[in-house]
């Protein structure tokens, strides 16, 4: 499984932008998408992941209420959504992937991931 993450950039406070995730390679074993993130110095955030099946979602403590992860099959792609965005969601945004059978509780794990995209940066400023 390969993962390329796109759509990051410069974006004022309050505005929005729409990451993309695409997955490409074998990937008809994936159990589970998501999305971290990482500033320089701290360890990776977990922001996002959705268990392709059932549909179960679920979100870090500092984005509930303001990013979406969503998924579209036929394209083999996944978003993250975020609105509403502030200074400190600035950071370099990675998607990531499993093949693992993951329980809910360990969703925000990052070793819950074993395929990782290469990141896109994310700027919060005015």
């Known amino acids: 499984v390969q993962l390329q993450a796109s759509g990051g950039g410069l974006v004022q406070p309050g505005g929005s932008l729409r990451l993309s995730c695409a997955i490409s390679?074998?990937?008809?074993?994936?159990?589970?998408t998501g999305w971290f993130r990482q500033v320089p110095g701290k360890e990776r955030e977990f922001v996002a992941a959705?268990?392709?099946?059932?549909?179960?979602?679920r979100y870090g403590d500092s984005v509930k209420g303001r990013f979406a992860i969503e998924r579209d099959n036929g394209k083999k792609m996944i978003y993250l959504q975020m609105n509403s965005l502030k200074p400190e969601d600035t950071a370099v945004y990675y998607c990531a992937a499993s093949r693992r059978g993951i329980i809910v509780s360990a969703m925000g794990d990052v070793d819950s991931f074993d395929y990782w995209g290469q990141g896109t940066q994310v700027t919060v400023s005015s």
């Open positions: 390679g074998d990937s008809s074993g994936t159990t589970i």
């Open positions: 959705l268990r392709w099946r059932g549909g179960t979602v």
